[in-house]
């Protein structure tokens, strides 16, 4: 596909501005730089915002205002990876703060913004189409130089770390081709850098600090005192508390119904996640004093790190019909707090009874002066040079993201990153299995209980009844929630086993057999109206279809009734009566006022053929005439009152 970029066309007061053109995509890039008061030292004042415009994909917000909110999980993430590209590029030093700006305005789903690495079959693809990357064994991301990698992230179904290596290789040279574009462009432009503003840190105080980082005694490659507990809160579905160090993070298990699932409405998709995990960083954890303003991008981010690392891991929704949500609580941090949660949610998983194809942990490996540190702690995170997260089975890698501070990490240094924190995540996976080995076999009693099976599609509306009084009437009964999908899936939750049981088999008793009950002969009403809305084609007449006539046989009527004559009836008309009204409301009437169920009263009681034979009782005239003898009474045998009050004509209902 063409990629095009237009230079300085929009925003033209800023630094600069980029349009990039994909295929159908655009995304507009903006550079501003703000003169800082004092020098910032600790750190460069790189901002990144990514906006999601609707209009970009044709839609309206959900939003109560209608309008663009606060970013999006997606947004925030995709953020958060062009920083950690672009961050250790810069300089440290400086009084001038640098923002870029990147709005979508409009996307073509087969041509996404970020360049993603995914697999078919035995060839590496760049950029997969959307049905490609749904077959792929993985979904890469990756940020270079034309010497180093930046940055990594992907999620992965426990790939190896060789299968690995070839798909960063490989994305390597894709991004060469780039890079030689991007020179091309300044050539031609005859672009020079603009000299940056820095100040020159002595740094011997904390090189001499970092050289002694290990004061612990730790080897390099040596993880920290671990310490596991599961089972630690009672009356939750699931929980276990993960500490390696001074890091420790609780991870706590709900599982709910399938209605509890969550949406995900953003440019890039709508879809409903059923595995939520929330990272929560309070900022007690690093014994600080701050007011809180809500989730912040690194909890967005580290939280979606762990959703990534169990996307593979836990069973599909027909074969585990429930939400998850994991909250990794983290409450003690000296580094890789990402990775204790990843640790902390598969133990907590598998103790809620949760079927993980295999338990996952997760590991972060630092860099310093070309070494490379196994488990780094906070202060190694603060001066080193890379923070390379890795997480997964004993089977390969499910997810991982790499952040540096220099520029970039040598092809070597990946590799034996990579064997580093293969043979750390074995140690830790083999100190969880001495705790718990595989999920438990069954979920706790504190879990709503559920039974799904199929119907027949035809079945869901007598499942529903009318207006949903079935479904609400059963509900009611059992306190079962009932959920039904469309193509026939139906789940049942209820706390109790008993009331469980009741409501599938009152469901998946055959709803046919109740139509059959309902099928009543039409030929016992004196005629019939066609019931609904009767549609026609253009320039067709409706009495191809049904009758018309007059009332009352008057001509001169206004308007006229589409009825089917008595005698025009075919014997193989057949009425569903599924309201009731095959019981006239004047039985119920009588049973209400006097006690008595009309049903059991026989005809052959004196008072009540007294009745019917009396010419001044009301409604009962039409006993005399030869067409209710010969058409009703002789043909229908009637052996109740209840029949002969229906023939009478008392009720105006479906058999008048």
């Known amino acids: 596909r063409e990629v095009v970029f237009e230079i300085d066309q929009l925003a033209t007061k800023s630094e600069k501005s980029i349009l990039c053109r994909y295929g159908n995509t655009t995304v507009l890039t903006v550079l501003t730089i703000k003169q800082l008061a004092k020098e910032v030292n600790s750190f460069f004042p790189l901002t990144i915002n990514f906006e999601e415009k609707f209009y970009a994909v044709g839609k309206i917000p959900n939003a109560f205002g209608k309008r663009e909110g606060k970013p999006s999980h997606d947004a925030i993430t995709a953020a958060r990876m062009i920083d950690r590209s672009l961050r250790s590029l810069f300089p440290l030093g400086s009084n001038q703060e640098v923002q870029i700006s990147n709005c979508v305005l409009s996307l073509d789903q087969e041509c996404d913004p970020p360049v993603v690495i995914g697999k078919e079959k035995d060839n590496f693809?760049?950029?997969?189409?959307?049905?490609?990357?749904?077959?792929?064994?993985?979904?890469?991301?990756?940020?270079?130089?034309?010497?180093?990698?930046?940055?990594?992230?992907?999620?992965?179904?426990?790939?190896?770390?060789?299968?690995?290596?070839?798909?960063?290789?490989?994305?390597?040279?894709?991004?060469?081709?780039?890079?030689?574009?991007?020179?091309?462009?300044?050539?031609?432009?005859?672009?020079?850098?603009?000299?940056?503003?820095?100040?020159?840190?002595?740094?011997?105080?904390?090189?001499?600090?970092?050289?002694?980082?290990?004061?612990?005694?730790?080897?390099?490659?040596?993880?920290?005192?671990?310490?596991?507990?599961?089972?630690?809160?009672?009356?939750?579905?699931?929980?276990?508390?993960?500490?390696?160090?001074?890091?420790?993070?609780?991870?706590?298990?709900?599982?709910?119904?399938?209605?509890?699932?969550?949406?995900?409405?953003?440019?890039?998709?709508?879809?409903?996640?059923?595995?939520?995990?929330?990272?929560?960083?309070?900022?007690?954890?690093?014994n600080e004093v701050a007011s809180y303003r809500g989730v912040s991008r690194r909890e967005v981010g580290h939280g979606e790190l762990v959703e990534k690392t169990f996307d593979y891991l836990l069973p599909e929704v027909s074969n585990f019909p429930y939400t998850i949500r994991v909250v990794s609580e983290v409450f003690s941090s000296d580094g890789s707090s990402s990775q204790a949660s990843v640790c902390a949610a598969s133990?907590?998983?598998?103790?809620?009874?949760?079927?993980?194809?295999?338990?996952?942990?997760?590991?972060?490996?630092?860099?310093?002066?070309?070494?490379?540190?196994?488990?780094?702690?906070?202060?190694?995170?603060?001066?080193?040079?890379?923070?390379?997260?890795?997480?997964?089975?004993?089977?390969?890698?499910?997810?991982?993201?790499?952040?540096?501070?220099?520029?970039?990490?040598?092809?070597?240094?990946?590799?034996?990153?990579?064997?580093?924190?293969?043979?750390?995540?074995?140690?830790?996976?083999?100190?969880?299995?001495?705790?718990?080995?595989?999920?438990?076999?069954?979920?706790?009693?504190?879990?709503?209980?559920?039974?799904?099976?199929?119907?027949e599609k035809e079945v869901i509306g007598l499942i529903i009844g009318p207006r949903g009084k079935t479904i609400n009437q059963l509900t009611e009964e059992t306190g079962s929630t009932i959920e039904i999908e469309d193509d026939g899936y139906v789940i049942i939750y209820n706390q109790e086993e008993k009331k469980l049981e009741r409501t599938y088999q009152a469901i998946k008793e055959n709803p046919k057999e109740e139509i059959n009950k309902e099928l009543k002969g039409i030929k016992r009403t004196t005629g019939q109206h066609p019931g609904g809305l009767l549609i026609t084609l253009p320039n067709t007449d409706i009495q191809k279809y049904t009758p018309l006539n007059y009332p009352a046989d008057n001509r001169q009527a206004e308007w006229m009734t589409t009825h089917f004559e008595y005698s025009f009836l075919s014997e193989m008309f057949l009425k569903v009566d599924m309201l009731g009204h095959d019981e006239p409301t004047i039985l119920q009437k009588l049973f209400q006022l006097t006690g008595i169920d009309p049903e059991k009263i026989s005809f052959r009681d004196e008072k009540v053929m007294k009745m019917f034979t009396e010419a001044d009782t009301l409604g009962i005239p039409e006993f005399g005439t030869d067409f209710v003898k010969r058409n009703l009474l002789t043909p229908l045998k009637p052996t109740k009152f209840s029949q002969l009050v229906q023939i009478s004509g008392f009720s105006h209902g479906t058999n008048v």
């Open 347 to 455: 133990l907590a998983l598998m103790t809620a009874g949760v079927p993980l194809v295999r338990p996952a942990a997760g590991i972060a490996l630092g860099l310093f002066e070309g070494q490379i540190y196994t488990d780094l702690n906070g202060l190694e995170d603060k001066l080193g040079e890379m923070d390379f997260k890795i997480a997964g089975t004993e089977k390969g890698i499910c997810s991982l993201q790499l952040d540096v501070k220099n520029n970039g990490i040598s092809s070597k240094l990946l590799r034996e990153s990579l064997e580093k924190a293969r043979q750390a995540r074995l140690y830790i996976l083999s100190e969880m299995k001495h705790l718990i080995l595989h999920p438990r076999s069954t979920l706790p009693t504190q879990v709503i209980k559920c039974r799904s099976f199929y119907v």
């Open 125 to 286: 693809i760049c950029n997969p189409s959307s049905e490609q990357l749904n077959n792929s064994l993985f979904e890469l991301i990756v940020s270079a130089t034309e010497e180093k990698i930046t940055m990594l992230d992907g999620a992965a179904q426990e790939i190896s770390e060789k299968e690995l290596e070839k798909a960063i290789n490989f994305a390597q040279k894709e991004i060469l081709v780039l890079i030689g574009f991007f020179r091309h462009i300044a050539s031609v432009l005859e672009v020079k850098k603009e000299p940056m503003i820095t100040k020159e840190i002595d740094l011997d105080i904390q090189q001499n600090e970092t050289k002694q980082v290990r004061l612990d005694g730790r080897r390099v490659g040596e993880i920290r005192p671990l310490k596991i507990n599961i089972d630690y809160l009672p009356n939750v579905h699931g929980s276990a508390v993960f500490e390696r160090g001074e890091t420790k993070v609780l991870a706590v298990v709900t599982i709910g119904k399938i209605s509890d699932k969550q949406l995900v409405d953003s440019i890039f998709s709508r879809y409903h996640k059923y595995f939520i995990h929330h990272y929560n960083f309070p900022q007690f954890a690093v």
